[in-house]
């Protein structure tokens, strides 16, 4: 058992270590390609309502429950629920925490790649503008792509060892607000390109008859989740080092509100660039690896501004790492002797192994394809779409109707607001309305 247990050094550090946690490669590679795949506008539209209505009470109810039990996230439905099988709900986020950070680290490393390439030239001297080119050469290669994802896991491994104050929150203190203010001068910048319009006009008009596509909807669901970070205890484990004082319905607006505005903004700096250049929005996941440096290349001081980009893109991509990997870690370290580097190095090692045919699934392994998309895709729709969905729907059902009007109120400081009623609403009857009408189309095949 662990003795002292940490806490975050001030109110604003616990904010800008979630917002860190939320804002990542799901803001701007995930969104941009899923978006990207699902038409644009009506994909945004849903998306928004559901991170409204869906995503933002569930992340209040996760930071309610964390705060109150002061441990991992098994910890905080065994406070709440003695006796009774809901830890199993934490189990599922400490398994799905590991599951996506086993691929997260995958595309971190690619941006970590084209950090390099963008410091060293190799990725601004590629024959002309292919950067189709360059993506396929990288990932065709058997041991690149593994040797990246190993070198952000690494860094990722480290901040954690930290701890809290020391390693994730001083992270986050500079990187976070940086990152804000290049991804709006860069969404400014691909307006300005000749064709910019079809770019916003992907994004913001939308196709009304995507709306009754159950895959756009199921799509825009959970690509939410992905991107608040919602069903994998994230929110549970930061807000265990939370103090009492802090308030967790403006910290919660607060981070809602920054990781859409992020999402938003990076696809307003992505589709312009790929109407722009001609480019398919559908590409897939590679979508910003290959729009990015063609915008880069095509704009003034680029190659410069292009290898900051990475480099911020990196450091979003570690912040995310590092709130999957405190998930487990957390737990190891509450309910073994282990220390918290031992629990880093065993947690990490054996996601760094998961991760292999990953990282090899878009080039050796490229053959092997699951529903039609490769292996890292496979697993990253699975997760997101089915395992944070029900993960969040369980929260929803807890924290609604098992834990106590009275102690979810409370616990979320939202006792004497108005507002309180409102939230219990959405997590008794819309939330899992939606979330299970969703799962339900699933099983029965779409
Ligand atoms: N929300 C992060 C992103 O958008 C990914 C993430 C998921 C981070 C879950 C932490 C927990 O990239």
Redesign the pocket.
């Known amino acids: 058992m662990a003795g002292e247990r940490e806490q975050w050094g001030s109110g604003t550090g616990f904010v800008l270590a979630t917002i860190g ?7 701007i590679w ?1 969104f941009a390609y899923v978006a990207g795949e699902n038409g644009g506008g009506a994909f945004l539209i849903v998306y928004v309502l559901s991170v409204l209505l869906v995503g933002a009470p569930i992340v209040i109810a996760e930071m309610a429950l964390g705060r109150q039990a002061g441990g991992d996230a098994a910890t905080a439905f065994e406070r709440a629920a003695p006796n009774s099988r809901w830890p199993l709900v934490g189990w599922l986020g400490i398994v799905s ?1 590991c599951l ?1 950070l086993s691929y ?1 680290a995958v595309i971190a490393g690619w941006a970590l790649k084209y950090l390099a390439g963008g410091m060293l030239g190799t990725l601004w001297r590629t024959a002309g503008t292919d950067y189709g080119g360059y993506y396929a050469r990288f990932i065709a290669n058997p041991g690149e792509p593994v040797a990246w994802q190993m070198a952000m896991l690494a860094v990722a491994m480290l901040v954690v060892t930290g701890g809290v104050q020391r390693g994730i929150e001083v992270v986050n203190r500079y990187l976070m607000p940086t990152l804000a203010v290049f991804v709006v001068g860069l969404a400014v910048y691909s307006a300005t390109l000749p064709g910019a319009g079809a770019g916003w006009r992907f994004l913001f008009l939308p196709d009304w008859s995507a709306l009754t596509d159950p895959h756009v909807i199921i799509a825009a669901l959970g690509q939410s989740f ?4 919602v069903g ?1 205890a ?1 929110y549970i484990t930061y807000a265990s080092y939370m103090s009492p004082q802090t308030r967790i319905p403006v910290n919660a607006g607060a981070i809602i509100l920054g990781d859409t505005l992020f999402a938003i903004l990076a696809g307003l700096a992505i589709f312009p660039a790929v109407f722009a250049f001609g480019m398919n929005p559908e590409a897939g996941p590679k979508l910003a690896f290959i729009t990015l440096p063609q915008i880069f290349l095509a704009m003034p001081a680029g190659k410069v501004i292009g290898a900051l980009f990475f480099l911020l893109l990196s450091a979003a ?1 570690l912040t ?1 790492m590092v ?2 990997l405190e998930v487990p870690v957390a737990a190891i370290v509450h309910r073994t002797p282990l220390k918290r580097w031992g629990a880093v190095l065993i947690v990490g090692l054996t996601v760094f192994v998961v991760g292999i045919p990953l990282a090899m699934s878009y080039g050796v392994l490229s053959d092997i394809k699951v529903g039609g998309r490769a292996l890292l895709d496979a697993l990253d729709q699975a997760v997101s779409n089915y395992l944070l969905a029900l993960a969040g729907l369980l929260v929803a059902l807890f924290v609604g109707w098992r834990w106590g009007r009275h102690n979810a109120l409370a616990a979320a400081d939202l006792d004497r607001a108005a507002v309180g009623a409102a939230w219990l609403w959405l997590l008794r009857v819309v939330a899992p309305l939606v979330i299970g009408l969703i799962l339900l189309n699933a099983l029965v095949g779409v």
Do not use: C, D, Q
């Open positions: 946690s939320a804002v990542g490669l799901g803001n995930r925490s996506i997260y992905f991107s608040l970070g994998m994230v991509a995310s709130a999957l």
